[in-house]
């Protein structure tokens, strides 16, 4: 039986964790989800820590899209905007530089959290792009010239991916 055990329900979520740990198992809670004080990776952090100590002992995953030009925005709230209406929101001549975050947060005791960081530095596309999972039909990682979607699953998964990062980060450190 796999040490690991995440709360989610996202088929693409599941569907990334699988490759990289093939033998995790999965549980769905209802979690109630702060709103982060600010559009930050501290606020992520703030989500994270929060889940974390809601769900214990299980692994909880929360994903951010920090954009330079619009100071963060949407940061944790990512889940709550489609790709569409956040290429519409960058004007077309404003700098589209972002950060996502993957963080796996892991609370035993209910109290203490551990949280495992995965980062991809990248810019956003004009339009979507490709058939992804997410928001990787807009997300272009630093050195590409294509989305996430465009490069398809295996590339995002073995050679970018801000969630196989974090999932890297906890498997060395248990």
Do not use: H
Request: hydrophobic fraction near 35%; proline fraction near 5%; aromatic fraction near 8%.
């Amino acid at each position: 039986m796999s040490k690991f055990t995440f709360v989610t329900s996202s088929e693409g979520k599941k569907r990334e964790i699988l490759k990289i740990i093939p033998d995790s198992n999965f549980i769905k809670i209802d979690l109630q989800e702060i709103q982060p004080k600010e559009l930050s990776i501290e606020g992520a952090y703030e989500v994270i820590e929060s889940k974390a100590r809601s769900a214990s002992p299980y692994i909880v995953e929360d994903t951010s899209l920090f954009i330079e030009s619009l100071n963060g925005f949407p940061g944790s709230l990512i889940k709550y905007i489609s790709s569409e209406q956040l290429c519409r929101i960058i004007p077309p001549n404003k700098q589209r530089r972002a950060v996502a975050i993957c963080l796996l947060g892991v609370s035993s005791d209910g109290n203490s959290v551990e949280v495992f960081e995965g980062k991809l530095d990248g810019s956003i596309s004009l339009s979507p792009k490709g058939k992804g999972f997410g928001w990787d039909d807009i997300f272009i990682p630093d050195g590409e010239s294509k989305t996430l979607a465009e490069l398809g699953e295996e590339i995002k998964i073995n050679q970018y991916s801000m969630r196989t990062r974090a999932l890297k980060e906890l498997i060395g450190r248990n």
